[in-house]
């Protein structure tokens, strides 16, 4: 398993639950773990508890679906 990347200021820690999430060090956004763009936490709508991952949009969740299913 490779070490995380240092957060950036202003990073979130979350914990994907399955509808929701908990915040684990507070922030003002999440990356994307797709395109790496920052995600504001007001408009996070998209994750995946299994991998505990956050995604932009409906696009990248479901190229890393797809990816997976691969």
């Known amino acids: ?3 995380p990347s240092p ?6 820690v ?13 922030g003002k956004f999440v990356i994307c773990a797709v395109s790496g763009k920052q995600i504001p936490l ?3 709508k998209y994750w995946d508890p299994r991998t505990q991952e956050a ?3 409906p ?8 990816s997976r299913k691969a």
């Open 1 to 3: 398993m490779h070490s």
């Open 7 to 12: 957060l950036l200021p202003g990073q979130a």
């Open 14 to 26: 979350l914990h994907y639950g399955d509808g929701d999430y908990s915040i684990m060090r507070p």
């Open 42 to 44: 007001e408009a996070l």
């Open 55 to 57: 995604y932009a949009g």
């Open 59 to 66: 696009e990248e969740a479901t190229a890393r679906w797809k």
